[in-house]
């Protein structure tokens, strides 16, 4: 592990930049208002791709690679947009050749992540060289100036008596729990992520399949992390006794840590691209080869891969072909596992009823040849890349490396369970014996709850609750208990004289941000495939109501939002005499050995959870908010 450890480090960016002090890219990387102050610079010499490049070389060193199949995705998207001939992003380099006849060469075999790694590396070394004219550039521009001085004022250090509060992800559980601690005096809150920008995935869909009605998806960290800091980079380690964090080759040090790294997909249904721009060149990448395909072959019958499914082929395209041919293709008997059988067939019967082919029992190998994808099904069939565009739903992966490489003494890969899901306790604390002052959240944990942006946004509710709890001496609490809501269990169907399908949908009509009131709700007619897979899955039902600027705000105004995400904390102030015995360190807490009153839920036992979160959810269907 730790041989690793140094092969990635030995690969670093860093060093590739060694004996070139002028040249800090690696400050700029990692700092939201440089790296955008810079983007912005280069984009009016049009010259933006060669750092969009390099942040994609940093992703293909630092992402959770687990496999290479991994590193053949990541590199396949390199190529085609920074590479290929009439990329969408395509490089000025000298080395574009160089770098076909070295995939020829090995005739796009699967390939491991230091080779993929080896063939770029003469192209990064001249993008390199590119980027180090342009970044002196930068510095002796007025942009450089202000955007400085902006990221030193928002990069200022913890004050005497503030408790250091680090997340890592900046996902719905991340955001959540940093929205809620940030604006209180208390807190010094460090964000960690790969991205610049939290992303709305909820939206994704409508975004490649309907671009022209989606929004941007995306809000800056910098937009709700305004007194603390934010870092972009991977967290490669939780060391020393769990009081610190190693992100960029730093040490980040803590009070509270809130891991919140998430789940990823294969292809770009999930991205961790640094860049917003290179994630929505992206995404309108995705968008064209859907609108410009005849045939598309989505591999994968989940919700992802049936609502992706149903929405290309509900859409008539302006395009040579109007109507695509959609193919989805399962490995199990039947699509939608996670649905009982009675949803599950009319949720096939309305896919077929749009047009789509189901096969099932078919597992998929992939193979390459000379830059064309064959995909062989175990019944024979074979799908080309060259007559079918080709989208994975399947794959999902959680990303909990970090506790599985981490050097803490004690152990904190104790903490993962048999499919690598961290295990915590019912307050979101960590399941160790001795750390109770680590928190996680969302889709990487084992609590039994449909893995959906508005379970994550719960569990940041209750994370932030808890640690404010600690503070005030007092026990964490259980999700589910004392106006923390309690995370669905399971998809939720719509109306039940429909037979599950439809449901009133409701939107805020105001955000109040000068009075303490309630949101003002009006209907809204639902799309049609909305009705028909409203039942599927819960994000239709609660957080698909929404586009990314109302959930920013639903979240920001949280005091007025307690019926849709939970009781949130009052605010916590810094002690009037701030020194160093006016705050009482976290081993001295009442509840520092304890996570929280175990017998008090087992007396009331995982029945009484299971009511108050059925009355819940029957409260909401009444009103027509169920998740």
């Not at 989208?391 to 890969?413: C, D, H, R």
């Not at 005499?577 to 007396?603: A, R, W, Y």
């Amino acid at each position: 592990m730790n041989s690793e450890k140094n092969d990635c480090s030995e690969k670093s960016l860093k060093s590739l930049l060694a004996g070139r002090p002028e040249f800090d890219l690696n400050e700029i990387l990692q700092d939201p208002i440089l790296l955008g102050s810079f983007e912005s610079y280069l984009t009016k010499s049009w010259a933006q791709e060669n750092l969009l490049f390099i942040e994609a070389m940093n992703q293909l060193r630092h992402d959770a690679v687990e496999t290479s199949k991994d590193v053949e995705e990541i590199f396949k998207r390199i190529y085609s947009t920074f590479i290929a001939f009439n990329a969408p992003l395509e490089l000025n380099v000298k080395t574009q050749e160089l770098v076909k006849e070295r995939i020829l060469t090995i005739h796009w075999a699967i390939f491991t992540q230091d080779q993929a790694l080896d063939i770029l590396k003469e192209t990064e070394k001249e993008v390199l060289e590119m980027l180090m004219i342009k970044l002196h550039e930068f510095f002796l521009s007025p942009l450089a100036a202000v955007s400085t001085k902006q990221s030193q004022l928002y990069s200022k250090p913890a004050s005497l008596g503030q408790k250091r509060v680090v997340i890592i992800g900046g996902g719905f559980t991340g955001f959540t729990v940093a929205s809620i601690l940030d604006p209180m005096p208390l807190f010094y809150v460090t964000l960690i992520d790969a991205k610049d920008s939290f992303e709305y995935t909820p939206h994704i869909v409508t975004k490649v399949v309907n671009p022209e009605k989606a929004s941007s998806l995306r809000f800056s960290h910098n937009s709700y992390v305004k007194n603390g800091k934010i870092i972009i980079g991977w967290a490669d380690d939780i060391c020393e006794d769990a009081k610190c964090v190693i992100v960029n080759g730093e040490k980040i040090y803590f009070d509270y840590l809130v891991i919140a790294t998430g789940s990823s997909y294969a292809g770009q249904l999930k991205s961790s691209d640094s860049s917003s721009l290179y994630r929505t060149a992206g995404l309108n990448t995705i968008a064209a080869e859907i609108r410009n395909a005849k045939q598309i072959l989505i591999i994968g019958a989940g919700l992802v891969g049936c609502e992706l499914a149903a929405a290309i082929a509900e859409k008539t395209f302006d395009s040579p072909t109007p109507k695509k041919r959609v193919v989805m293709v399962e490995a199990q008997d039947k699509i939608i596992c996670r649905c009982d059988e009675k949803q599950r067939k009319k949720a096939e019967k309305y896919l077929k009823g749009l047009g789509v082919e189901i096969i099932l029992n078919e597992k998929i190998k992939a193979h390459n040849s000379q830059g064309e994808y064959n995909y062989a099904g175990s019944f024979g069939r074979i799908y080309s890349s060259k007559d079918y565009t080709i989208f994975m739903a399947t794959g999902v992966k959680v990303n909990t490396i970090l506790l599985e490489k981490s050097t803490n003494e004690p152990s904190l890969e104790v903490c993962l369970d048999k499919n690598d899901l961290i295990k915590v306790k019912p307050t979101l604390q960590l399941e160790h014996w001795k750390y109770n002052h680590i928190f996680a959240g969302g889709d990487a944990t084992n609590v039994a709850e449909e893995k959906t942006a508005y379970a994550a946004t719960l569990s940041g509710v209750c994370i932030a609750r808890n640690i404010c709890r600690i503070e005030k001496g007092k026990c964490p609490i259980a999700q589910g208990t004392k106006g923390l809501l309690s995370p669905p269990v399971k998809t939720l169907h719509g109306i039940k004289s429909n037979g599950g399908i439809g449901k009133r949908k409701f939107i805020p009509m105001k955000f109040n941000c000068y009075h303490n009131t309630k949101p003002k709700l009006q209907p809204e007619k639902l799309s049609f495939i909305e009705k028909k897979l409203s039942f599927l899955n819960p994000t239709w039902q609660m957080l698909k109501y929404f586009n990314e600027k109302q959930y920013f705000k639903i979240i920001q105004q949280a005091s007025t939002h307690s019926n849709i995400i939970g009781q949130v904390p009052k605010v916590l102030s810094l002690p009037k005499e701030v020194n160093n015995n006016s705050c009482i360190p976290l081993s001295n807490s009442s509840c520092s050995s304890l996570s929280f009153d175990q017998s008090n839920t087992k007396s009331s036992s995982e029945s009484s959870l299971l009511n108050e979160s059925n009355n819940h959810i029957n409260k909401l269907i009444k009103h027509g908010m169920a998740y």
